[in-house]
């Protein structure tokens, strides 16, 4: 008995501070009005990352700003900080449902951008700059048009990301049952690893190396000038798809 009490009166203390401080493993319904709120960012930034199932989408602009539209109780959630050149966006708890939309505009060409958590960031315009970095994990959703000399993309986790445009270089890598879709994303010179039941669809035009392990799958379209496919032992399968 006496070995029992003290793990007795921790989980009597863990309890209690549980309900002290309000935390809820299902997390926070969105409740009240729809309504539209600006907040000003007053530092520059040139990446981005966005975490906690809030929508985003960018938009080219002559100022920082975020545009929140989101129910009512779901604004004062919002969690948003610049640091080292960085933007993040999450929530400050754990949210469960509701409405949480975000308008960003930025004034700098984004050097990275990186979704999380369930988060989608989408935008309408090309992203006309020499070189990107695109990130995507935790069954998160990325959008983008392209128009770049250099792409980066990772993604992993059950993520997705999907490109069009072009890239003279591009480097993927997906891994954990996530995907990138590129084969509408023009490419010349192109490197791309997925692993772990990931797969990858890509466009490419003059020089393509592939490989894969682990039940995952490269799909490649256009008519490259030579192809480097590796296929591991573990399982996998690169194969050339028509327009």
């Not at 959703?141 to 003279?168: E, F, H, M, P, R």
Request: charged share 25%.
């Amino acid at each position: 008995m006496k070995s029992k009490l003290p793990k007795l009166i921790m989980l009597v203390v863990f309890t209690s501070l549980l309900f002290a401080c309000n935390v809820d493993f299902v997390g926070i319904k969105g409740k009240g009005e729809i309504i539209t709120k600006d907040i000003t960012l007053d530092q520059h930034f040139s990446e981005i990352k966005t975490e906690s199932g809030w929508r985003v989408k960018l938009v080219k602009s002559s100022e920082n700003k975020i545009t929140i539209r989101a129910h009512e109780n779901l604004i004062e959630q919002l969690d948003n900080k610049i640091d080292d050149n960085r933007l993040t966006i999450g929530s400050k708890n754990n949210i469960q449902s509701g409405t949480r939309e975000i308008t960003l505009y930025y004034t700098e060409d984004l050097q990275l951008i990186k979704s999380s958590s369930g988060s989608t960031i989408s935008s309408e315009d090309i992203f006309n700059q020499k070189e990107i970095k695109i990130e995507a994990s935790s069954g998160s959703l990325v959008k983008l048009n392209l128009k770049v000399k250099q792409a980066t993309v990772d993604v992993s986790s059950g993520a997705n990301i999907k490109l069009k445009g072009t890239s003279i270089y591009f480097e993927g890598e997906a891994s954990s049952g996530s995907r990138i879709y590129a084969e509408n994303l023009k490419t010349k010179e192109c490197k791309v690893k997925a692993s772990s039941g990931a797969g990858i669809d890509i466009y490419n035009e003059d020089y393509l190396e592939a490989s894969v392990s682990s039940g995952a799958t490269i799909d490649y379209y256009g008519n490259p000038k030579k192809v480097s496919a590796n296929e591991s032992n573990s399982g996998g399968r690169i194969k050339h798809q028509e327009n």
